[in-house]
């Protein structure tokens, strides 16, 4: 079936994509074509699809839901799910779309959180003295190299904090593929389906 998307898509490219598909909707724009050229007249249905990119192919795959149409003059409904794809104008399996990414900017965040919190780990060991024994080594600090060490170390934490932040951040920002709405596709379905028509005569459209 040509169809055409109604509304665009971000889909998520990453390992939880599948977990979490993002829902798109196509209206079918022509008769549905059958084997040995045999057409049903779907013009008009709505067939709505899960969607999940695929940074591999740089394409957004398309797994059918469900097909739905109305026809006001029978007073009938068709409500039932599908199962199949969508195809791209290229005569390739799901839509091909732009790759972005906007973790940049977090991850060189991460970059000078994570080097700040180096800095501070290596300047807290400069402070006091090391004196060394059969005992083992002792730290010795006076109250200014203390103070001194506390901050030292404090920056080095909250940086390791902050530095896992903007990681989760980033991860949360991972690569999409952008697909505009208005785009024309082909609906296949994959499996054979019986429409079941259910009467509405005393819905009110």
Known sequence: MKARLLTGIDALASRDATSNPEPIIARVQAPAVLPNEVKANLAGC???GNATGSLAKERVEIQLVSLSCVDFDEHSVVDQPVKGFFVDTDGKKGLSGKVVTRA???LARAFIAG???GISQSVESTFGSTSTSALGSV??????????????GGLSKSSDKLTDFYLDLARQAG???EVGAAKDVVVVIQEGVTLEIKPGATAKF
């Open 46 to 48: 709505f067939v709505i």
């Open 104 to 106: 940049g900017a977090t």
């Open 115 to 117: 080097t700040i919190s």
């Open 139 to 152: 730290r010795t600090l006076d109250a200014a190299d203390a103070a001194k060490t506390g901050i030292a």
């Open 175 to 177: 690569p999409i593929v």
